[in-house]
C-alpha cells in the first residue's frame, strides 16, 4: 500500500518534470498522510495541469464522504464500481519524491523510506473524482498499488504504482492498463528513517534521514 509520502521540490523543477504549463503553488511537505489536500497532475482539454486534491476517493455518486480509500488495487480497479468510473475517465499522476513504508509488527514497526535512483520524482498512477453537493465541492485521488518488486518485498507486499517518465502521457490519456506493474527495482533505493514520521505533525528534512 501506500500511506505516506514526500513531496518537497520547487513547483518549477515538477512543471519541468510533468510538462505542466501554467504555474502553481503547493504545499512541500516530507509526511505527507491521508485526508491532506495534494497536488496532482492531470488532463484539462489535452493539457496536463495541476490541481490540489484531497487524498481520499470520494466518487461523485457516494450519499456522503464517510468511505474514501486512499488506495486502489490495480487488479479490481476496472471492476469494481467504486473505482470503475474513475478508471476510464478521471487518471491521474501523484507526484512524490519518496515515500514510506513499515516493517514490523504492532508497536515496534520499522519506517522505511523509498525513493527514485537518477531522478527527482516518483510518479504514482492515481485516479480522481469531483464529489458535488449543494453546499460543498470536494475533487479527491486515491493512488493505485499493485505488488510489491524486489527491493520492496521483504518490507511490505505491495506497493504504489510508480510510472516510468515516458509513459505518463499512455497513463493520462489512454489508460493503459499493462502500466499498473511492478516498478523496476533497479530504479529504487531505500533505507530505515527514524520513527519520528510516524506521527504526520512532524515535518522537516529529518525524516528522509538514513539511521
Known sequence: ???????????????????????????????????????????????????????GLIPSW???????????????????????????????IIPANGFYEWK??????????FYPEGSDFFGFAG???????????IESFTIITTEANAIMAPIHQRMPVILNHQDYGEWLHDGEYSLLKPFDAEGMHCHSVSKQVNN???????????I
Open 62 to 92: 457516494a450519499k456522503d464522504r464517510k468511505i474514501s480509500p486512499v488506495n486502489a488495487k490495480a487488479e479490481t480497479i476496472r471492476e469494481k464500481p467504486f473505482f470503475r468510473g474513475a478508471y476510464r475517465h478521471h487518471r491521474c
Open 104 to 113: 514490523g509488527t504492532k508497536g515496534n514497526r520499522q519506517p522505511f523510506y
Open 200 to 210: 504526520p505533525v512532524n515535518d522537516d528534512t529529518d525524516l528522509i534521514s538514513r
Open 1 to 55: 500500500m501506500c500511506g505516506r509520502y514526500q513531496l518537497s521540490s520547487k513547483p518549477k523543477d515538477m512543471r519541468m518534470h510533468f510538462n505542466v504549463g501554467s504555474p502553481f503553488t503547493f504545499k512541500q511537505s516530507y509526511n505527507i498522510s491521508p485526508s491532506s489536500y495534494c497536488p496532482i497532475v492531470r488532463l484539462n482539454k489535452e493539457k496536463n495541469e495541476v490541481v490540489s486534491c484531497y487524498w
Open 127 to 137: 485516479l480522481w473524482e469531483t464529489w458535488e453537493r449543494p453546499d460543498e465541492v
